[in-house]
């Protein structure tokens, strides 16, 4: 009997490019808002009251998006009973990740769509729509459940959360800042100084507001990559998302999915236009074209054929 | 995940955990003599097959293995894809002749060609099927001779853990419902023998198990 001579070999290698540009985009990040953080410091004792405010507003979000966005969307969580597929896809990607096992809820709306929530992996939600049951085959919709199985395990609703909160912060300065005018100034006797204090932080506040607004989608597109490249690993079927996203493309020009409706879900409480950000969004889409995102399955499963 | 895992999504596949499949051939003696539970002579270990020229041959050098090894006890292989696209690899003894450690070695040399191959972290688990003799083992009406249980091997975590479908349920494939009440006596009864899995969310079941 010949033992096998074969060398073992990884499946799918690494992607150092990808990890170096999204931890570039995070550091570009922090020097922006550090540079917020240092205005709104120098301003004094209203700046800070703010910034306090708003991470009170942060922890209300993390703790709460996920039952708003349930409640507001009409997601109902499933029995095992009710839908024997889909949480047998979920429990076998869950064995395979070593993840406990989510919330597994269904939309009862015809567009296909798939997000996960949770800022947690104990407190994940990965939810479907009906539209994509009917639609993706067994193995398709595994591969999409793998990536949001893998956007749970990459906690990406924490990392974008925390990444968006300055830019919150900015975004509720420029809004509100003249609101703040008293504070930021110190009071009742405004003089010059003061009003030049609040046109700084502001102007500051507007710039970080459109720097960070460009970084985070960036950050937002390498996470979907990230995701697309968690579910080739876990299922060991590049090619079956690939499938999917095609299908899926026919109908919706991108799947949306959860960052998506945490930046909608944000709006509730920081009151930002849902006008400004929508025209925004076109420029700067949260999720990559397909093209991309099908060359980086298509590369992925010639690693796994050993043909790349 | 590390931070640095988390912050840049780097996530790769887990490997096995040291494996503790022979733990069940001292268990089983213990399931035999004090609880009537009697193995049926089947195991079965599942993966996921990848779709590549390379390891259809891993599987096939592979199948060999167990053969060769199983020549002698006279193990029967069979492989099949259930429904999510996983491959089962089904060990049988041969009739009258159940051997639970003819099966955990048949299902160790599976498991360590899929690593030697590289393929470590494409193992999902192994199962081991077993019969309720006891009398009363389920509710009046059914037929009270046998009822399945299952112990299940969960690779990437190294741990076991019991898995009993509620009789006249979820035979067809589809899922039913599960006696977690005769699952959670199992693991009392079994505890200090096979390495349980200690959450109990992690007890996912398998719906449709062909032994």
Redesign the interface.
Known sequence: ????T??????FG??AG??AR??LT?FLLVVVYAVLVGVLIAVGVGGVTVLVIALALLALQLFTSDKIAMGTMGVKEVS??EE??L???V??L?????L??PRVCVMEHPMPNAFAMGRSQKSATVCATRGILQMLS??EL?GVMAHEL?HV????VM?MTLASFFAMLASLIVQFGFLFGGGFGGGYGRNREAEEAIFVSIAVAALVYAVSFVLLRALSR??EF??DR?SA?????PSALASALLKLSGTMERIPSRDLRTVEGMSAFFIVPARAKSSLMNLFADHPPLEQRLAALEHLESQ???TA | VGLLDALTGRHQVKGPAPDRVFAITTAYITLQSEYQIEPTGAAAIVFQALATSEFQATIKEMEEVVRATGSESGTQVATQDDSYGYRWMVMRNPPGTPSVEDLAVAVNAVSSSIETAGHGERLLCAVFAFADRRAGGGPAGTSSSSSAVYFIYNYKRGSWYPFVPAPGSGSGGQSGERSTERELQLKAQLGSELPMEPELERWFPLWGIPI
């Open positions: 009997m010949s033992t096998s074969r060398k073992p070999r990884a499946a690494k992607d990808l990890q999204m931890l995070m095992p009973a024997p597929e949480h047998g896809i429990e076998r869950c064995v395979q990740a070593d406990p096992k067994p193995a595994e893998t395990i990459n906690r990406d990392v390498y996470r990230a995701a968690g690993v876990l299922t060991g079927r796994l054929q050993g």
